[in-house]
């Protein structure tokens, strides 16, 4: 509210209200608004419940009791995305939280289970529209969280298909 009032145009009004309708979005389709079914719900509460883990479909799959191809199909089925993307995009928002609370890039990747942090630069790049560093750099707030860079998604397929073997739809 107070950004729609401090807007000093009505472009600015326009910009910030699709910003709040992305977020919000982004947000519902987290999948804790949503009815899934319980194994989705379950692997769901698994990926927020360790964040600062490298989680992976057959680690969640035997936690659940659950093969790993039934979960990746019900996932998919209950979501519209694959497990790695829901998992990426989930962690690459509490990254974007962190930095936004000043914590160091290192840090970051620490707390969200990234071994690698040049691996994590290319997805957060790929989520954010910029790096890591770009993003901890920007002069007065932040790019708008739209979710995803929709112009990356390709990029971030073709970055999941040359690392795992594996191409997402």
Known sequence: QAAIVRAQSASAVQ????EFVHR???DFSLGLQH???PITTQAINYIINNPSAPVQ???VAHAI???DSYL???FKKDTGMNFVYYVHRYKMRLAKQMLDESMLIYQVCEKIGFENSSYFAKIFKRFHGVSPTEYKSKENGQPPDT???TQGLKQYR?????TTGYFIK
């Open 15 to 18: 910009k910030t209200f699709f």
């Open 24 to 26: 919000y979005a982004a």
């Open 35 to 37: 009815n899934y079914s």
């Open 57 to 59: 479909l057959s680690e």
């Open 65 to 67: 009791n659950v093969s």
């Open 72 to 74: 990746s199909q019900l």
């Open 147 to 149: 979710g995803y860079n």
């Open 158 to 162: 073709r970055l999941r298909a040359a």
